[in-house]
């Protein structure tokens, strides 16, 4: 059956371009009714310009969708409420929101300032909390919500350079970690998409083959199943790109167990390629499962 999302409210924050445009062009031609969200500006973060939300929503209204600009930057708790608020005072609500919003300020850590490691993790993982800590009480009042934070394989792999980005890429996974325990009983679902897109942020790091087999409209359709109603699926970790779908998971090693005395830092040493070695391994689903493998029978 189609997917649709008629009736719906769907807020993609940094939906001025790339992936987020993506999105929110899928989201629309489906029948929601979208909050574009951009403050404009470079890849930096830096500047700003109404341009890049009204171009988005000139597409979505040409090709006969729903949507309004929001020009508000997610990078603070304010601002943050204020796209929420433009979702609930044009269209009466909020069902969706995509955090997607995102700025690269890359250096080796030695040569990065803290204001670039705080710029960075305040976009992307600040801005992803306050904008669900917006929207948080209206979905789990009306027992219906959809989250989308965006990850990267920069913080689930790392990358050379984004100390800050992959810090702040992988906080959001902790984020919806919690989320996802919080929200089940409510019906709103959390999820976290590491996606692999040519867009102005990757760009120049791909060639014009790459680039085609790489297009951000490629990456979308797995956000939108996300924010479905046919998802029951939450907490989990998505890879997508190129037309390539994949779950992401956290395993553990059975690891070794030091009983009937106090283990020494020669245990661990004389152990060490055992207490690593993932050939057979565990996935647990909470920290309290694991913490159960931590203490033992
Ligand atoms: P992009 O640069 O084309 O889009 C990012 C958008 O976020 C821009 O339109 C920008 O104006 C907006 N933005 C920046 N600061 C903002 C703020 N404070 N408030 C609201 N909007 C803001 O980049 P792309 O590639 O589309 O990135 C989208 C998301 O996907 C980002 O979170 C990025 O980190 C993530 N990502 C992208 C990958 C890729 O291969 N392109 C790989 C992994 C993650």
Redesign the pocket.
Known sequence: MTIRFDNRVAIV?????????AHALLLASRGAKVVV?????A?D?KGGNHA?ADQVVAEIKAAGGVAVPNY????DPKSAANIVKTAVDSFGTVDIVV??????RDKTFHNMTVEDFDFVV???FL?TAYVTHAAWPIMRNKAYGRVVV?????GIYGNFGQSN?GGA?LAVVGFMNALRLEGQKYNVFINA??????????ESLMTPEALEK?K?EYVSPMVAYLCSEQCQRTGEIWSA?AGYFARIEYREAPGVRIEGRAPTIEDVEANIEKIADLTTNKIYRTSGEEVQAVVGA
């Not at 969200?37 to 500006?41: F, L, Q, R, T, Y």
């Not at 998409?193 to 990757?202: D, H, N």
């Open positions: 924050t940094g939906a001025g371009n790339g992936l987020g445009r969200n951009d403050p404009g500006g890849v973060g890049a508000d930057s997610v990078a955090n997607n919003a995102g700025v690269l305040k976009v992307h801005g965006t990850s990267s394989n920069s980005y890429k998409l590491a996606p692999v897109a040519g867009t102005r942020m990757t790489l951000p790109g």
